[in-house]
């Protein structure tokens, strides 16, 4: 057969691959797909590869739940995917040589794509900001632990022992450069394997919690290869720590005690001469900067279900821990939902704060775009900036707890209006499901308290 050029290009630089690896990505944001020996590589790019179509909609446990028409119902049928353009990359951490290229499923007859694919939501929205001349800059912060793979007695688990002995793993010292060094072979692999992907990853820095990191990612004007970044990042970041023998999890709040794990989302909107619209310096900045902030404010509580998707996330929602509990914003203000960052003129964006590391950056992406676009798309008016501690109160409005936030984002029309009519619907089953399974077990602290 063949090759396709990408593919031969590939394989003459990297001539000891073993593996191809199509990766897709559910709705956990957990890596899938097919791993193909090289020689039957090039069927990716002539025939795609087939497997069910509602992948996509996979919960943390791997599990279908026939929800609104997507599984058995509608008989399970395959969807084909192929390579997407670019993304042929190297896997440094595998100890077979092995490749990756991500994969997207062609549409079904008829249809763009498929309704219930995050990333085409995502794809949706982004062409939504042409008719008002704009287009999205974004970059993504992510927020994980390295951890023991070894859990106590009562199947918890601990933050990695750092390389130092003597050094207590649950010290925070956020910003720390003696941390950065203890953990310095792990974060330089990390990096190394993000330039051999073409991640742009930046600045990593410690974070508050034991073993906690963040690793920075480069601003693009694709909000969709923004979020595959994203995804590549986590992947990286995993891969490279089980080398080494320990996990890396991007929970939400994987210990009570210590500081959870966010995935933060700075944006700007340019116009068709790729002028930053927020620059305060220009007559329209101010306004169209508020404009895009009360969007946010009108549509956040709504999307929480996207920003915060398992029982788990909503553990980091807590006043006075520089997590969002309302909808403030403020600038050069943590403790606000939606910071303006130092910086203004061509660099002056909007820091989105509120989603939890392990949420999909698809739909946390595509939300906060459609808070942007409605907010611009009906010139909205934000609240006054906040100064001072924003987060010393929790609003009790927002949706603070899974159920809740499942039920405002079924019954939401602006969430139905931008992701389609079926969606919101659908990703709450699923997650409904989830926490369904989630709590069919008897949980340790039952005994504690119950016995």
Same mark, same amino acid.
């Given at each position: 057969? *063949?090759?396709?050029?990408?593919?031969?290009?590939?394989?003459?630089?990297?001539?000891?691959?073993?593996?191809?690896?199509?990766?897709?990505?559910?709705?956990?944001?957990?890596?899938?797909?097919?791993?193909?020996?090289?020689?039957?590589?090039?069927?990716?790019?002539?025939?795609?590869?087939?497997?069910?179509?509602?992948?996509? *909609?996979?919960?943390?446990?791997?599990?279908?739940?026939?929800?609104?028409?997507? +599984?058995?119902?509608?008989?399970?049928?395959?969807?084909?995917?192929?390579?997407?353009?670019?993304?042929?990359?190297?896997?440094?951490?595998?100890?077979?040589?092995?490749?990756?290229?991500?994969?997207?499923?062609?549409?079904?007859? +008829?249809?763009?794509?498929?309704?219930?694919? !995050?990333?085409?939501?995502?794809?949706?929205?982004?062409?939504?900001?042409?008719?008002?001349?704009?287009?999205?800059?974004?970059?993504?912060?992510?927020?994980?632990?390295?951890?023991?793979?070894?859990?106590?007695?009562?199947?918890?688990?601990?933050?990695?022992?750092?390389?130092?002995?003597?050094?207590?793993?649950?010290?925070?010292?956020?910003?720390?450069?003696?941390?950065?060094?203890?953990?310095?072979?792990?974060? #330089?692999?990390?990096?190394?394997?993000?330039?051999?992907?073409?991640?742009?990853?930046?600045?990593? *820095?410690?974070?508050?919690?034991?073993?906690?990191?963040?690793?920075? $990612?480069?601003?693009?004007?694709?909000?969709?290869? #923004?979020?595959?970044?994203?995804?590549?990042?986590?992947?990286?970041?995993?891969?490279?720590?089980?080398?080494?023998?320990?996990?890396?999890?991007?929970?939400?709040? !994987?210990?009570?005690?210590?500081?959870?794990?966010?995935?933060?989302?700075?944006?700007?909107?340019?116009?068709?001469?790729?002028?930053?619209?927020?620059?305060?310096?220009?007559?329209?900045?101010?306004? $169209?900067?508020?404009?895009?902030?009360?969007?946010?404010?009108?549509?956040?509580?709504?999307?929480? +279900?996207?920003?915060?998707?398992?029982?788990?996330?909503?553990?980091?929602?807590?006043?006075?821990?520089?997590?969002?509990?309302?909808?403030?914003?403020?600038?050069?203000?943590?403790?606000?939902?939606?910071?303006?960052?130092?910086?203004?003129?061509?660099?002056?964006?909007?820091?989105?704060?509120?989603?939890?590391?392990?949420?999909?950056?698809?739909?946390?992406?595509?939300?906060?775009? #459609?808070?942007?676009?409605?907010?611009?798309?009906?010139?909205?008016?934000?609240?006054?900036?906040? *100064?001072?501690?924003?987060?010393?109160?929790?609003?009790?409005?927002?949706?603070?707890? $899974?159920?809740? #936030?499942?039920?405002?984002?079924?019954?939401?029309?602006?969430?139905?209006?931008?992701?389609?009519?079926?969606?919101?619907?659908?990703?709450?089953?699923?997650?409904?499901?989830?926490?369904?399974?989630?709590?069919?077990?008897?949980?340790?602290?039952?005994?504690?308290?119950?016995?």
């Amino acid at each position: 057969m *063949t090759q396709p050029a990408e593919l031969a290009a590939y394989l003459e630089r990297h001539p000891e691959t073993r593996f191809v690896d199509a990766v897709v990505y559910d709705l956990c944001g957990t890596a899938i797909g097919k791993r193909m020996p090289v020689r039957d590589a090039a069927k990716l790019w002539s025939g795609g590869v087939a497997f069910c179509a509602g992948i996509t *909609t996979l919960d943390a446990l791997g599990a279908c739940w026939d929800v609104n028409g997507i +599984g058995f119902s509608d008989g399970d049928p395959d969807a084909t995917s192929y390579p997407i353009p670019g993304t042929l990359v190297p896997v440094p951490w595998a100890e077979v040589p092995t490749a990756q290229v991500q994969i997207a499923p062609a549409p079904p007859e +008829g249809a763009p794509h498929w309704w219930f694919d !995050p990333r085409a939501i995502l794809a949706d929205i982004v062409a939504r900001f042409a008719e008002l001349g704009l287009r999205p800059v974004v970059a993504n912060e992510l927020e994980f632990y390295f951890v023991d793979p070894k859990r106590d007695e009562r199947g918890r688990i601990t933050p990695a022992q750092p390389s130092r002995s003597g050094r207590a793993p649950e010290a925070p010292r956020v910003l720390a450069f003696d941390k950065l060094d203890e953990w310095a072979p792990l974060l #330089a692999e990390i990096d190394a394997a993000c330039l051999a992907q073409g991640v742009p990853a930046g600045a990593a *820095t410690a974070e508050y919690g034991g073993a906690q990191f963040e690793v920075n $990612l480069g601003h693009v004007d694709d909000p969709v290869l #923004a979020c595959d970044h994203a995804l590549m990042l986590r992947r990286i970041v995993k891969g490279v720590a089980a080398k080494h023998g320990l996990e890396a999890t991007f929970m939400s709040k !994987p210990f009570a005690d210590q500081s959870g794990s966010g995935m933060h989302i700075h944006a700007s909107l340019v116009d068709d001469q790729g002028h930053n619209v927020f620059d305060e310096t220009t007559p329209e900045g101010d306004r $169209l900067l508020g404009h895009a902030i009360a969007g946010l404010q009108a549509t956040t509580y709504d999307a929480m +279900g996207f920003f915060a998707p398992n029982i788990n996330a909503y553990r980091r929602f807590a006043p006075n821990q520089f997590v969002p509990v309302n909808t403030s914003w403020g600038i050069n203000n943590r403790s606000v939902s939606f910071r303006v960052p130092m910086g203004g003129g061509r660099a002056r964006r909007i820091e989105h704060r509120i989603a939890g590391a392990d949420a999909n950056p698809y739909l946390v992406m595509a939300a906060m775009l #459609a808070g942007f676009h409605y907010g611009l798309a009906n010139k909205l008016t934000p609240t006054p900036p906040s *100064t001072g501690n924003a987060g010393e109160e929790a609003d009790p409005d927002m949706p603070l707890r $899974l159920w809740t #936030a499942l039920d405002q984002l079924e019954g939401s029309s602006l969430m139905a209006e931008y992701f389609g009519p079926r969606y919101p619907a659908a990703y709450a089953a699923i997650k409904r499901s989830e926490l369904e399974a989630f709590m069919a077990d008897v949980l340790p602290r039952e005994y504690d308290w119950y016995l």
